[in-house]
């Protein structure tokens, strides 16, 4: 059985955490009559995480804590109109044509004939598979896993259900939380590639030495992967 290489999607693959940002910033300019942005983004965050195990991660959850944040912001006295402009911003991300980023897929192109290629991503099933259509990089993968969260305990089953081991397992992704530590810890190797936007719930604190490779650029996979 030949190894397998997984790679996460979002800001992965594809730009993603950008258009969460944009969408802040007209979510900001719709509330700024009521507050400052520092404490927009703060409940906005709170509202998020306190959401999380009600709506899960994806543009939906994102939309419905947005508008529950404005209520709560206005106490209640933002109109219809203010209301509808909220959700046509969610509606507008999940309209956002997907961009991959450069070099992915000529990588997964050159990698396949190595590796038994995996996509691994958290987030809404139906959102998730949309952009994965709309990427057009499907085809790459030979097993494709859509979960609600990526920690040891799910990685640990991925990999139980599939029937590979954790020494010939390496995961890419953007996210130290959610694709590198769960995946050391269960004694699989993976690689970060830094996007050049986090999402505050992502954040974790690097260690001086990085345990595991970092990368500029997606492109830098082939010869890392080369050399071990």
């Known amino acids: 059985m030949r190894p ?17 940002a944009e969408t ?6 719709l509330l700024r009559p009521f507050h400052d942005d520092a404490w927009i983004d ?29 209520l709560e912001l206005t106490e209640d006295r933002l109109d219809g109109s203010g209301l509808r402009k909220v959700l046509e911003l969610g509606q ?17 192109a050159g990698v396949a004939g190595t590796y038994d290629l995996m996509l691994i991503t958290k987030g ?18 030979s097993k494709i896993e859509i979960v609600s969260e990526k920690d040891e305990a799910t990685y640990a089953a991925l990999l139980q259900r599939h029937g590979i081991q954790p020494g010939a397992f390496t995961m890419v992704g953007n996210s130290v ?15 970060h590639i830094p ?8 954040v974790v604190a690097s260690p001086l030495e990085s345990p595991f490779p970092v990368l500029g650029s997606i492109r ?8 071990w």
Do not use: C
């Not at 802040?24 to 300019?29: L, N, P, S, V």
């Not at 809404?124 to 993968?141: C, I, N, P, R, V």
């Not at 939380?177 to 690689?191: N, T």
């Open 4 to 20: 397998t290489l997984a790679f996460d999607a979002d800001d992965t693959l594809w730009h993603n955490e950008n258009h969460y």
């Open 24 to 29: 802040q910033e007209a979510f900001r300019a």
């Open 42 to 70: 703060a409940r906005l965050h709170e509202t998020e995480m306190r959401n999380l195990s009600r709506y899960g991660y994806g543009i939906k959850g994102f939309t419905l804590s947005m508008i529950e944040t404005a």
């Open 92 to 108: 507008a991300m999940l309209d956002k044509p997907v961009e991959p980023l450069p070099g992915v897929a000529e990588v997964l």
């Open 124 to 141: 809404d099933l139906f959102d998730q598979e949309a952009k994965l259509a709309k990427s057009g990089l499907g085809g790459h993968f």
């Open 177 to 191: 939380k959610s694709d590198i530590l769960p995946v050391l810890a269960l004694g699989g190797r993976a690689v």
């Open 195 to 202: 996007y050049h936007l986090t999402w505050a719930h992502e």
């Open 220 to 227: 830098d996979l082939p010869a890392l992967l080369a050399g």
